[in-house]
């Protein structure tokens, strides 16, 4: 099964609405262009802490998914912390995926 979360990610890449690393996404975030922080699981806690803090006091949603290879996989880079998706429709999909485990709403799950 193909990953929908990661592929949404990699649709917002190719629009030019994702900044990725823990310096960008704050910087997003502080700028209130930030729809959605993703969180790789396996990030520090101290990272986890400074973008939830900091996305929580500017209202920004926080999501945990995926890995810091995964996210550099996608982007084509070097591993990243954390992906922030700077499109308020992108967003929004992503967080209904990540809440119903990789299914929308309503779709059949092909049973």
Known sequence: MTDRVLSMIGIAKK??????????SEDAIRKGKAFLVIIAKDSSQGTR?????????YGAP????GTKETFGSI???NERSAVTILDEGIA????????FGGIPNGEDQGQ
């Open 15 to 24: 629009a030019g609405k994702v900044c990725s690393g823990t310096f960008l």
């Open 49 to 57: 802490k400074v973008l939830t803090d900091k996305a929580t006091y």
């Open 62 to 65: 926080v999501a945990v998914y």
């Open 75 to 77: 982007l084509g880079c």
């Open 92 to 99: 929004r999909k992503i967080q209904q995926l990540i809440q």
